[in-house]
Each structure stands twice: as structure tokens, then as C-alpha cells.
């Protein structure tokens, strides 16, 4: 067997064992009774010790160096290309440390979830400590690995080829601009009379909604469920792909659009090559194209007026024996599109977004690169958040640097893809739109053409090509930022 093809086989058996590691992942966040932890926590620590160890064995080096030689096609070399970037990535760590990272992780973010409802700081910030100096070891291992600052060695993890330097440039950028737009924008709206939704709308009524609304952006159910967790995301494996949302029952309008989102991750998932299953050529190709389609759905086509319109009606079918008039198309699109200055970021508009995003980056980035320590993040947090949403969140840890799942298990240079993503969204749509009639497809109800392109142009890619050459191959450009600031000013002046 050639080397290359040894490669291929190697990678799927740790393709199998990361399947089993992403539903027990699932289940743990989803499912699981809060007594089973401390064991599901040593096991998955267990498991992700074998995984990476099967990420390096010795005779991988060997590998690589004959397939090099080898007689490979285009598609073989971008999966060479893939299997040595995570091989690389995988062959710096110790077990040692891969291990203490799980268990520090799986403790932290389990004892989050009742820390955060009681605002225990103190509570929480004795698990984090650990997680930070972990992950600060990482980085730095990384970093010398590769050459990199320590926070742009954890950023390469996410998005490939992207350095905080470029980003830095990217966000300045957008802070010179958004304050502005974001105050005229709640100017315009503050004239603006609409219904809130009031009472209670029950759970079970809520999810078959957000089932109706799946059927309709085309989730395959033969290959994923929704379910219930504290915080929203969408885990699994492309041929079972679990998402999941959270419910209130004084209201429906997070959960929905939360189910919307997570579905545009989904389709992303079980749109990926198949003949590529296994493989991280057949994967997603970076967190911001990831978001990229999860924003697509919820922002591009979910707060667009024709899907408006579906959603209006859909749930007004549902939620029976509420004022008539919450169900319009006009007050759904006002409560879609209203632009607030609030302290949580999975709950925030689209305009406000990019601060809270951009406020975790300047954080997560000094704290990586030792700049500052762990427990100046709530003082930073509360600095930020006033300059940038004009908000304090002093002694408020819950909604302000407690708020959010993915510091508690280390991840760490995760936060920019949420804007990146929102950035490749806008631009893909432009482009979209000069071959597809958006409005017309969304208006019919058979969303089928926005599916075909994203297919052709995003999902069906995996990982063969780098992200700059995705985006120049779908849009003609790489990443241009000026798709997403011309995208909110035409939706919102």
C-alpha cells in the first residue's frame, strides 16, 4: 500500500474515534444527569489521550515523507496538505498536556453552568485559572512550533492563515464606523411602535415550530435531531449532526432564530463531500467559513422581509390565543431587526454584534500572550463594554465575562470567527445575488436556488482549497470587508 494510502486509512480510524468523541460531547452538554460528569469527564479525557495519540505515531513522520514523493492528483495533494496541518498541530502537544486540558475543561465548564445563574466570580474564576494557565501553555508551545505569536499559534487552529495583526486592522477598522451607525440606527427606530411578546408560549409548541422552520431551510432529519442544552450549538458528525437551542417560556424569538442559526452550521455539515468522509479535506474549512454559513441563514436570509414573512406566519399558526397582531409580517420584521444596546452577545442584533465580538478578541488576545492576567478580564470587560456599548457590567459576572461557554474549556482565538463569518456571509450573498433571485426563491418557499449555490460554491469544497482561495473562487475577492458594512446600512438606513 502506498504511503499516501496508508495516510487515508489512518485518518479515518481517528475520524471514527472523534465521531464518538463528538456525540459523547453532545450528550454531555444535552443529556446527560449533572452526577454523571466527573466520569463522562475522565473518559472523554481518556478518549481525546488516545486520539491524539493515534495523531502521533512515529511511523506518521515516515508517511509523510514518502507520499511527498509519491504521484498525487490535485484533490490528493490538498488532502496531504490537511492531514500534515493537523498532524503539525496535533505532533507539538504532550499527552500529558492534552489530558489535564480535557479534565481542567470538562470541570470548568460544568461548574459553569450553575456559577453563571448565581454570578459566583469567585467560584468560577478558581476552576479558569487552570483552564488559562493550561491553554497559555499551549499557546506557547505552539507558538514556538510554528513561529507565532502565542495567540495567533491558537488562532491558526480556527482560522488558518489568519493573524491578529490582520484582524487588528480588520476591527480598527470597524470601530471607526459602527458607534456611529449603531446610534443612528436606534435613533430611527425609537419612533417605531411594535408588540413584544408577552404571556407564555409553551416549550413543546416552540420546538414544533423550529422543526417547521428546519423542514423548511431543507435539514436533512435522516441525518440530525434538536435538542434542548444551556448554550446553543450545533455538534455531531456530518452524517449525524446534532443541534440544539434553549427555550423561554415568556418568549419565543431567541429560541427561534437560535435554531435558524445553528441549522445554517448544520447544512454546512451535511453538505460536505462525502467521498471525502474521514478525511480533514472533507471537513470545514475554517470556524469563520463555519460561521459563515450559520450566519447566512439567520442574518442574510433569516431577518430578510420574504423569510420574515414565513416565520410570521408559521408562528402565528402555533402560538393560538395571542393578540393577532404579534403575528404580523411587519411587527415580526421590527422584532427582527430591532437594534439594542445589550449585554449578551448570543442574544444580540446584528449591527451590536461585531462589538461584543470584537471586545472578546482584545481580551482573549492579551490574555494569551501574557499581557494581562485572568483576573483583570471582568475590570477589562466592564472598560470595554462601556466604551463600546456605552453598558456596565461591574459585580454583573453573569451577563458579563461569565456569559459565554467558550473560555471555560480553553478555545481560545475562537471568538473572531463569529465576525469574520459575518463578513464572508455579506460577501457571499452580493455574489450569490448576481446569478440568484434570493427574494423570489425565499418568497416561494422552496429556498432550493440559495442551497445550489452555497453547495457549489462552499459546501461541497470541504477543506480542498485554503480560505483565501474559497472566497476568490465563490465572490472573485478575498475577504473584503466592505460587503458587510454596505449590507448593514441598506438593511438598517
Known amino acids: 500500500m502506498s504511503a499516501f494510502n496508508q495516510l487515508i486509512q489512518h485518518s479515518k480510524k481517528i475520524s471514527h474515534f472523534n465521531h464518538l468523541a463528538a456525540i459523547c460531547g453532545w450528550d454531555q452538554a444535552s443529556m446527560m444527569p449533572s452526577g454523571g460528569n466527573q466520569a463522562r469527564s475522565e473518559a472523554m479525557a481518556e478518549l481525546s489521550v488516545h486520539i491524539h495519540g493515534l495523531h502521533t505515531q512515529p511511523q506518521l513522520a515516515d508517511w509523510f515523507a514518502e507520499a511527498e514523493n509519491e504521484s498525487l492528483d490535485t484533490q490528493q495533494l490538498a488532502t496531504l496538505r490537511e492531514l500534515k496541518r493537523q498532524w ?266 461585531p462589538a461584543h465580538v470584537i471586545l472578546r478578541y482584545e481580551i482573549e488576545r492579551d490574555l494569551i500572550n501574557g499581557q494581562i492576567k485572568h483576573t483583570d478580564v471582568p475590570e477589562l470587560w466592564n472598560q470595554k463594554m462601556q466604551q463600546y456599548l456605552g453598558l456596565s457590567t461591574e459585580n454583573n459576572y453573569k451577563n458579563g465575562c461569565m456569559q459565554d461557554i467558550h473560555w471555560t474549556d480553553g478555545a481560545f482565538g475562537y471568538f473572531p470567527s463569529y465576525t469574520l463569518g459575518a463578513m464572508y456571509a455579506a460577501q457571499f450573498m452580493a455574489s450569490m445575488q448576481s446569478s440568484v433571485d434570493v427574494d423570489t426563491a425565499i418568497r416561494s418557499g422552496d429556498l432550493s436556488p440559495i442551497f445550489s449555490w452555497l453547495s457549489d460554491n462552499i459546501w461541497s469544497k470541504g477543506s480542498l482549497l485554503t480560505t483565501d482561495e474559497l472566497v476568490k473562487q465563490a465572490t472573485g475577492d478575498t475577504l473584503n470587508a466592505k460587503y458587510f458594512q454596505d449590507h448593514l446600512r441598506n438593511r438598517y438606513l
Open 88 to 353: 503539525s498541530q496535533a505532533n507539538v502537544l504532550p499527552e500529558s498536556l492534552v489530558q489535564a486540558k480535557s479534565l481542567a475543561g470538562s470541570k470548568c465548564e460544568h461548574a459553569w453552568r450553575s456559577q453563571r445563574g448565581e454570578n459566583d466570580w469567585q467560584g468560577f474564576e478558581k476552576n479558569w485559572a487552570e483552564v488559562v494557565k493550561l491553554s497559555q501553555e499551549e499557546a506557547q508551545i505552539r507558538a514556538e512550533a510554528n513561529g507565532l505569536s502565542p495567540y495567533d499559534a491558537m488562532l491558526d487552529i480556527y482560522e488558518p492563515g489568519t493573524s491578529s495583526a490582520s484582524l487588528d486592522v480588520l476591527f480598527s477598522d470597524v470601530k471607526t464606523w459602527l458607534p456611529d451607525l449603531i446610534n443612528q440606527v436606534i435613533d430611527k427606530q425609537s419612533s417605531e411602535h411594535f408588540i413584544q411578546p408577552q404571556g407564555n408560549f409553551d416549550t413543546n409548541q416552540q420546538k414544533a415550530l423550529g422543526l417547521e422552520v428546519m423542514k423548511l431551510l431543507q435539514f436533512d432529519f435522516e441525518h440530525g435531531r434538536l435538542d434542548e442544552s444551556v448554550h446553543p450549538f450545533c455538534g455531531g458528525v456530518p452524517s449525524d449532526v446534532r443541534i440544539t437551542t434553549r427555550y423561554e417560556q415568556s418568549e419565543f424569538v431567541q429560541s427561534l432564530m437560535g435554531i435558524v442559526h445553528e441549522t445554517g452550521h448544520a447544512r454546512y455539515e451535511q453538505g460536505l463531500p462525502k467521498d471525502l468522509a474521514g478525511l480533514p479535506s472533507g471537513e470545514a474549512r475554517s470556524m469563520g467559513i463555519h460561521e459563515s454559513q450559520s450566519l447566512f441563514f439567520e442574518m442574510q436570509v433569516g431577518r430578510s422581509e420574504p423569510f420574515i414573512a414565513h416565520l410570521a406566519k408559521l408562528a402565528g399558526k402555533h402560538f393560538t390565543g395571542h393578540d393577532a397582531a404579534l403575528f404580523t409580517q411587519d411587527n415580526f420584521h421590527k422584532l427582527y431587526t430591532r437594534v439594542k444596546k445589550d449585554f449578551i452577545r448570543v442574544d444580540a442584533d446584528e449591527l451590536t454584534y
